[in-house]
């Protein structure tokens, strides 16, 4: 599978001028469809000029814009793919494959953390470890699992941790509670849930930070989001894979535990003592 655009922009927004910055900045929260628009429109949306846009493509690697956009293109196609669609471009596995969905898995693992910067794992592990920030994780359909496991750790290792579970009302009405000081950290992959959208809307209008992580080809809801992680999901199956979403996760708990490392510490002396007694 080649390198998706978003994964190209995480790989080299470090490198860029802040003019190019304001232009990758502005195609993820407006994931492809700013990128489909002329060089003008690109331009003005994000408040830099079309040379500016132009030089951002040719940085991402393409030679023209039309290359750009032809590979949005594609990757809108792959977004909007269902279960079915995929069923029918599947392809036998070769000779000698005999785990051809595990090597699948292992690779979009490789290339999940190629494309994850130190940076960016910083920011969000920054993000979830604040002390007087309230924490709320909510997935979607298949990814929600993720939200309850990663919810179950942060609980032991910091206060304030709340895994939206059920319909969607009973998510509406915690709205009521978040506010600026607060976190949201949203799991959807495609076929894109409206319901995380229209949640992730009304909580970002509130103040709340949004972290996503999503796949390579950007939920909606990166519009609404201060930070994105890109996991890959594609595997030879109609079902995508969570495997690199759940290292995402395990890697997080792994950073917030040592980012609160003599808090988490005593937290996690303190449960073990009330267990035992």
Known sequence: MSTSISELIAEKIDAMPASE?????????NYPLIGLRTVAEFSGQAGVSSPTILRFVSRLGFQSYPEFQSALQEELAAQVQSPWNRAATIQR??????????EAAIENIRETFQHLSAQQLGDVTDALSR???????????????IATYMAAHLKIVRSGVTHLAGQESHWRDQ??????????????????????????EKAQARGVEIVLVTDQWLS????FARHVIAGRTAVPSPWDSSAALFLIAETLIAEVTRKLEQSSADRIRDLEQLRDN
């Open 131 to 145: 002390n007087r920030a309230r924490l709320y994780l909510l997935g979607g359909r298949f990814t929600d699992p």
């Open 220 to 223: 909606p809801i990166a519009r």
């Open 21 to 29: 910055r304001r232009a990758a900045q502005t195609l993820i929260a």
């Open 93 to 102: 596995p070769k000779d000698g494959a005999t785990f051809p969905l595990m």
């Open 175 to 200: 709205l009521i509670d978040m506010g600026k000081k607060d976190v949201l950290l949203v799991f959807d992959i495609r076929r894109y849930q409206d319901s995380l959208l229209r949640f992730a």
